[in-house]
């Protein structure tokens, strides 16, 4: 039992390269969820999933995009990477109203 | 606005002293308050939640939480801190229909010998 998982652990970019952060997870959790930490800044939403097929915008969904096509899956998509997207990302999947969220270990993306 | 407030950046003490961590919340419905920790260079990780009842909650490593509906507040405590609490800590609310929680900025706690 894995958990969540998330690859590549670290990725350098060049400005305007695209890329995808994979998350999957083996609970089975309907929820899933892509945060960006930023130091100082805590964790923001970035987008969200409440079931196969669902996605729905965060706090801070410009310049990314997600798809939830098997429950397991739930892929994050920077299209045209600029500095600003120099984050660690999370990605977590669990229960809201319990607050039992399961995180992965992050993805650490610096862009240059 | 739903928002949550840890007015505490960092904090520093000495291995063996209480802890108090604040966090302060302001949420529309009847919250739900979590306190998770983040080591360094992982993921978070649960330490307790509050729903309902007794508003004093105990959770993993030792740690308890107060909740106080007239101040607002859920704060993280503990009576004696040890090296390994070293870490990030987060407040978060939700509700019991919601679909995400809304976390608080973060604490990050140093431990000196």
């Known amino acids: 039992n894995a958990g969540v998982t998330q690859t590549p652990k670290f990725r350098i970019l060049k400005i305007g390269q695209s890329m995808t952060l994979q998350c999957t997870q083996d609970?089975?959790?309907?929820?899933m969820y892509w945060y960006r930490q930023d130091p100082g800044m805590g964790l923001k939403l970035i987008y969200y999933?409440?079931?196969?097929?669902?996605?729905d915008k965060g706090e801070v969904p410009n310049g990314y995009n997600v798809s939830r096509s098997t429950t397991e899956d739930f892929p994050l998509r920077l299209e045209l990477a600029a500095p600003s997207q120099t984050s660690v990302y999370f990605c977590?999947?669990?229960?809201?109203?319990?607050?039992?969220?399961?995180f992965g270990e992050g993805s650490r993306l610096t862009v240059l | 606005a739903q928002s949550v407030t840890q007015p505490d950046i960092h904090i520093t003490v000495s291995e063996g002293a209480s802890l108090e961590l604040r966090c302060n919340y302001s949420y529309g419905a009847t919250p739900y308050l979590f306190w998770y920790v983040q080591s360094p260079g992982q993921g978070l990780q649960l330490l307790l939640k509050y729903f309902s009842g007794d508003t004093l909650v105990q959770g993993i490593k030792g740690f308890e939480a107060e909740f106080k509906r007239s101040q607002s507040s859920f704060n993280l405590r503990k009576p004696s801190v040890h090296w390994s609490d070293a870490a990030e800590y987060f407040c978060a609310v939700g509700a019991y229909n919601t679909d995400k929680l809304i976390f608080g900025t973060g604490t990050r706690l140093q431990v000196f010998p």
């Open positions: 609970m089975n959790h309907n929820y």
């Open positions: 999933s409440v079931g196969a097929g669902i996605t």
């Open positions: 977590a999947g669990g229960t809201p109203n319990t607050g039992e969220l399961f």
